[in-house]
């Protein structure tokens, strides 16, 4: 009896799963770590938001290039390899107390993500192109990316207990054991997938690497120099400068393809752009579960867990318990100032979230009692968790329709991706409601809901994205409009801190949820309009 899958999949599966497991170990808690007073940099809310914005995006960018050098120079286990080690060396290099230090370990996940993420998956597609497996390559897919959730579910519960237990460096350091497991892991399955690693021919179709670099590389970088050197800020930071103005020679250069296209590729890579543009609001929103959701978890939500539950998260290093001290806005305040005043560094004033601060008077523990409460990062398993559980579903759905022959287009099905999307928002707008503005605490409920809705457009957009470029692309730039689908969700990235930064801003809260809401309302209300126009592209290349 034939095998189903190749036997190489488990090794992928795993190598995968434990890549996941570092990177979300290390996003899930860079955030908290930025703003931590004792043993982090002590950041507002805006100066964090706006280095994590500029992280993910970078990180989401990185992979165009890294695709392309595996591709046609270094080959794929190379790739996966030298990426894997760089992302667990930056991992380790963040224990390290130094702001030096920590831009060093992010250029490295930063480089290392760009050769591992997207080396992995084209390794995946060659072993399932084969006559045998072609049929199955969706299949494969699927238990390729429930890996990845299973990482990213299971990585915060460990980053809870290390850090209650023995504190955020070691987080860190478990990120980078988990990074170099997952490079034994494909070390050790290498005879199973060591013929599919294959370089990628050069055709007269395609752009030269050193072209890539002089048109699209050279041009980016110098303009985000300018960007950076201007006086004062455009757009709030040096940083959001730097990066925007970086993406303006990319954006002119992915529109010259249209215009410079032949009459029959225009329409879709017409289509594609729109689908880019679009998406930007999605990434700008979903990826506030870093930042703003993770902000409203810490600070905003109710993590108090007593009686047997508390027991339990107490016995299991998922909860701590932490004093109450009516003074303690002020304590926190001073001993920053000391910090400050004791390393030579600039003094300034800092308001340090307390948990305690919007308590109903009724709910707060006695002077100088304590409350066991359950620890900020176990919120970032909520996403995952709800990929792991829906897409079975999904997957269910639209095979079920797929039989009655109504299953929608895959334009279609991004349009609902975003409108589900903008609904998962008004449920935060509820939570801002229902806490009085965030002077009280809301159930970890609103979170949850809201993470599942958000869930829902995900998995209707993300993967539906990817299958859109591979139909609607020339068949001679795909791989440079598979890099623009990263670019729209580098820049959404981007977005997402820049709009985090505006939380402190808004006194009232629900305010900041409103405008994510507009934001995608606006994004889904174009797609919409274009609806009939993509499906007839679509239609046009013979594909759904």
């Known amino acids: 009896m034939p095998a189903k899958h190749p036997k190489a999949l488990p090794y992928l599966f795993f190598s995968e799963m434990w890549e996941r497991f570092g990177y979300y170990l290390m996003i899930g808690i860079f955030l908290l770590y930025l703003k931590n007073v004792e043993q982090g940099f002590a950041m507002t809310n805006a100066e964090a938001s706006d280095l994590y914005g500029t992280f993910i995006a970078l990180v989401f960018l990185t992979p165009f290039l890294g695709g392309l050098l595996a591709d046609r120079y270094f080959g794929y286990r190379k790739s996966i390899i030298t990426g894997g080690i760089m992302m667990g060396a930056g991992y380790c290099l963040m224990a390290i107390h130094s702001l030096p230090m920590l831009y060093i370990s992010m250029t ?22 084969t006559p045998q497996f072609i049929d199955r390559k969706d299949d494969g897919y699927n238990i390729f990316y429930m890996g990845i959730n299973v990482g990213a579910f299971i990585c915060n519960f460990f980053s809870a207990a290390i850090i209650i237990v023995w504190g955020w460096k070691y987080a860190f350091i478990a990120a980078g054991i988990g990074m170099f497991i997952g490079v034994i892991t494909f070390i050790t399955g290498t005879r199973h997938y060591r013929h599919a690693d294959v370089l990628k021919p050069m055709s007269k179709a395609d752009m030269p690497f050193g072209k890539i670099v002089l048109t699209i590389l050279v041009p980016s970088i110098l303009a985000g120099i300018i960007g950076w050197l201007i006086p004062g800020n455009i757009f709030k930071s040096d940083s959001n400068d730097a990066f925007i103005f970086a993406c303006i020679p990319v954006i002119y250069f992915f529109a010259t393809l249209y215009f410079k296209a032949e009459a029959d590729e225009k329409r879709p890579i017409a289509a594609l752009l729109a689908i880019f543009a679009a998406v930007i609001m999605f990434w700008a929103v979903f990826k506030q579960n870093g930042t703003a959701l993770t902000i409203w978890a810490e600070s905003y939500t109710n993590r108090h867990v007593e009686g047997a539950a508390g027991n339990v998260f107490r016995s299991v290093k998922l909860a701590a318990d932490v004093p109450y001290i009516k003074d303690s806005v002020e304590k926190y305040d001073n001993q920053f100032r ?42 970032q398993s909520i996403n995952p968790a709800w990929v792991i559980l829906l897409t079975p579903l999904v997957l269910a759905f639209f095979s079920f329709l797929r039989s009655r022959k109504k299953e929608p287009s895959t334009a279609t099905k991004i349009a609902f991706g975003l409108l589900i999307s903008a609904l998962s928002v008004l449920v935060m707008v509820g939570a801002a409601y229902m806490s009085n503005n965030g002077a009280e605490k809301a159930s970890v409920l ?94 046009e290349k013979g594909v759904k």
Do not use: C, H
């Open 446 to 539: 609103w979170l949850i809901f809201s993470y599942g809705v958000i869930t829902l457009g995900e998995l209707l957009l993300s993967p539906m994205g990817l299958s859109l470029v591979s139909k609607l692309s020339p068949v001679r730039i795909t791989s440079l409009m598979m890099g623009g689908w990263f670019l729209s969700t580098s820049i959404g990235n981007k977005l997402s801190g820049l709009l985090a930064t505006l939380w402190d801003g808004y006194e009232n809260k629900a305010n900041f949820f409103w405008v994510n809401f507009v934001l995608l309302l606006v994004a889904t209300g174009i797609i919409f309009a274009m609806l009939k126009w993509l499906n007839a592209i679509m239609k």
């Open 338 to 379: 000391l910090q400050k005043t004791t390393t030579g560094s600039v003094i300034k004033e800092y308001d340090y979230p307390v948990y305690f601060k919007n308590v109903k008077p009724q709910d707060l523990p006695r002077e100088g009692g304590k409350a066991t409460l359950w620890s900020t990062p176990l919120s």
């Open 108 to 129: 490295l996940v930063i480089i290392g993500n760009g050769f591992f993420k997207p080396n992995i998956s084209t390794l995946l597609g060659n072993l399932y192109s």
